[in-house]
């Protein structure tokens, strides 16, 4: 396993700070070996089965936003880039300021501005430049916007050397350079005068120079990061939601199904390595809960060898009466709308069994009562 924390973004309420916590894996999520987590498996997808992740990890660093924006939360763009061990967390506000916190020197890092501010729910892809011998990094991001989907890229590397071009220099920095949108469109809507948009379900890396992207409605676009250019892959759609991760040691992809709505918790193997892709085996990761709570969110970490950590959030809406100072109902005024939040941290291995894949429960936390933005 090359990864040891999860980063857990927390949002407080009163202060508006985003908190970052930091979750140690192998402390809450999984046992000392496959055969350990086989013999202590407990499937139970109740809430009082799955224990609380306490203590709670004490906050990292905070993250804060102008003033004006503090409530745009949907524009709070919070992403993952690779680094020595444990990587950077980008934070990006409404304004398109982006900053950078590298965990493993324990230093806030300057960004260039980008070019568009982003969805939190934007899709995030990395990859390593190709014929790079200095592990230069390219981050895309999909960012689901009402009228459009903007693409661009984050890239660490030497001046001027950006879509494999000659380099400029010696120097190696942070540079955001703004790419073509996929061609993803609907039918034309006369009262926007134009086709409708239509944003991607699932995206995912299918080797060093292509990029995926799909949904039920359109189809399927690749984008060559070489050339700077998309072109219609086929008729069929990514058989799962979101970013799909690559295992090496598997040799396939994984991903899960998509959230709202959808109380059936799936990881998937997948081949994308020829199209349309070919799914290999699903498993369903937890059970589902109760009615009251509805999923509506997912994360998917790949932490390496065949470990997954899986993040599934869910909220439950309760309406109150509001109360006098005395505690007493006052009668006469709206009901006080109170979103709960409840999120599952589930530990998931998957290995090989001669001709087979397995997965692999090992153990699942969750945490009630805070707001988690996200996890990474």
């Not at 503090?70 to 444990?86: P, V, W």
């Not at 950077?88 to 020197?105: K, L, T």
């Not at 890396?205 to 892959?233: H, I, M, N, P, Q």
């Not at 086929?234 to 709505?261: C, I, R």
């Amino acid at each position: 396993m090359n990864r040891a924390f999860a980063n857990v973004i927390v949002r407080d309420y009163g202060s508006k700070f985003y908190s970052l916590l930091r979750v140690n894996l192998k402390q809450h999520l999984f046992h000392r070996s496959a055969a350990a987590a086989e013999k202590a498996s407990n499937k139970k997808g109740l809430p009082s089965a799955i224990p609380s992740l306490e203590p709670l990890p004490e906050h990292k660093i905070n993250f804060s936003t102008p003033p004006k924006m503090e409530g745009a939360t949907y524009l709070h763009f919070f992403s993952l880039l690779k680094g020595q061990a444990e990587g950077r967390v980008m934070f990006a506000d409404p304004c398109a300021n982006p900053v950078m916190y590298d965990i493993d020197m324990d230093a806030v890092i300057a960004m260039p501005e980008t070019n568009f501010s982003k969805q939190r729910d934007s899709i995030s892809l990395s990859m390593t430049r190709p014929g790079s011998q200095d592990d230069d990094e390219q981050h895309y991001v999909l960012s689901k916007e009402p009228s459009n989907v903007l693409f661009e890229v984050l890239e660490y590397g030497r001046n001027g050397s950006a879509r494999g071009g000659p380099s400029a220099g010696t120097e190696r920095r942070w540079h955001w350079q703004h790419l073509p949108s996929p061609p993803m469109r609907g039918p034309y809507l006369p009262s926007l005068h134009r086709r409708e948009v239509i944003h991607p379900s699932a995206a995912a890396v299918v080797d060093e120079t292509t990029l995926c992207v799909s949904s039920v409605e359109t189809g399927a676009y690749a984008f060559d990061t070489v050339k700077g250019e998309w072109r219609k892959a086929g008729s069929w759609a990514l058989p799962f939601h979101g970013a799909a991760e690559y295992v090496p040691e598997l040799g396939l992809w994984f991903g899960v199904n998509a959230a709202v709505g959808n109380t059936h918790h799936c990881l998937g193997a997948f081949d994308l390595s020829s199209w349309p892709p070919v799914e290999h085996r699903t498993w369903n990761y937890l059970d589902p809960l109760s009615d009251k709570w509805l999923t509506w969110q997912r994360h998917l970490l790949n932490l390496g060898s065949g470990k997954f950590c899986i993040a599934t959030s869910f909220q439950n809406i309760e309406w109150h009466t509001p109360c006098n100072a005395a505690g007493y109902p006052l009668h006469g005024l709206d009901d006080e709308m109170v979103v709960n939040d409840l999120i599952i941290l589930t530990g998931v291995e998957v290995v090989r069994c001669g001709d087979r894949l397995k997965m692999i429960n090992h153990k699942s936390k969750h945490l009630e009562g805070i707001e988690i933005h996200c996890v990474l």
